[in-house]
């Protein structure tokens, strides 16, 4: 805090010493004292300014945001660089469950068991299975430990082949524990459903799409690794599938094993009909994304995939990946790139 101190001369005298007229005298009294008055609000509102705590009314405004500790591998924790994020870009404190973890109610693992079922205000151990319809798990976290199985959140088929419809996981945390394996996945289905306002930290592999997945203002970071790890990991992964949609989300992959942040292969199945938009990407792998025609897979050539207003970050390299910031891009057979830019200076990529 600045203090102010003012010299102290005699209201009635000129500092040669002379006396002031009436009236004079009278007018430098009312400027000494307005004076007065406007050094002691400014010396309260800096008291109420002061960083200490002092100012109970004021409104937390979440977590810092200055760097942290570094992993063994010399990358920095998730978090770190949060605050260069613009205001869109989803961050850890502006997703996850809207209610205080330690007020969650502590649950076992789950598999649904009715259509329409709500889970909703638990703090789930190792999983959660969706097999019936219009199944909403809401402002839950799951704490993911790889032991009843390798997804954390699994959607999966029916016994009769079908895909649960209408599933919607909203504003969730998904977070590994210390026993899990890299090569688990946190989220993933065969079948269509919705993900978001969520996070998802502290896993090797976070999100693996097939077909009909919208994936929607999350923050996700794959950041569990270990030295030497040969896992082919990403934030958002898929071998193939359609009508998908990546829109509006913080998506990272750091550590060994990363191939990029949001990777697109045609592994088994062509990549079809897939919109990213407006994205932040980071990584510490290869590139920060593959579009999905790649003349290395099954399938080379996607269709329809469109690359619109995404930002790719400068957090681990000057080139996004390693080696760049896209591989595997087309602009045939109905595939866009346009409006794509470094998020640093916005030029075009």
């Known amino acids: 805090m600045i203090m102010r101190s003012a010299q102290n001369h005699d209201a009635g005298q000129q500092p040669g010493g002379a006396a002031l007229h009436p009236r004079r005298r009278s007018l430098l009294v009312t400027v000494l004292a307005a004076s007065l008055v406007v050094g002691v609000v400014a010396g309260l509102y800096a008291v109420l300014d002061e960083p200490d705590g002092s100012n109970a009314g004021a409104q937390d405004s979440g977590p810092a945001t200055g760097p942290e500790d570094r992993t063994e591998s010399g990358i920095e924790e998730p978090g770190a660089s949060e605050e260069n994020l613009d205001d869109s870009f989803p961050t850890k404190s502006s997703t996850g469950p809207r209610v205080p973890i330690d007020s969650l109610r502590p649950s076992e693992p789950i598999v649904t068991e009715e259509d329409g079922q709500e889970i909703e205000g638990l703090d789930v151990a190792s999983r959660i299975k969706i097999i019936n319809d219009d199944v909403t798990v809401r402002d839950v976290r799951l704490r993911f430990d790889g032991t009843v199985g390798t997804y954390g959140i699994h959607v999966a088929e029916k016994d009769d082949g079908t895909c649960p419809e209408n599933v919607l996981i909203d504003h969730v945390e998904v977070s590994g524990t210390d026993e899990l394996d890299v090569e688990a996945i946190a989220v993933y289905s065969p079948c269509p459903y ?156």
């Open 194 to 349: 919705v993900l978001r306002d969520s996070r998802i930290v502290n896993v090797g592999s976070a999100i693996r799409i097939t077909s009909g997945a919208t994936i929607e203002h999350n923050y996700i970071v794959a950041d569990l690794t270990e030295s030497g790890s040969e896992a082919h990991r990403s934030a958002i992964g898929s071998n193939g599938g359609h009508d998908n949609r990546i829109v509006g989300n913080t998506i990272e992959c750091v550590g060994a094993g990363c191939s990029g942040a949001l990777v697109l292969y045609g592994s088994f199945s062509p990549v079809e009909n897939v919109l990213v938009q407006a994205n932040l990407l980071n990584t510490t792998g290869s590139y920060c994304t593959y579009a999905g025609s790649l003349e290395s897979k099954e399938y080379p050539l996607a269709e329809g995939v469109r690359y619109i207003d995404n930002r790719f970050g400068r957090k681990h390299f000057d080139t996004c990946g390693r080696y760049g910031p896209v591989a595997g891009a087309s602009e045939v057979n109905g595939n866009v790139w346009e409006g794509n830019v470094w998020d640093d200076t916005g030029e075009p990529i």
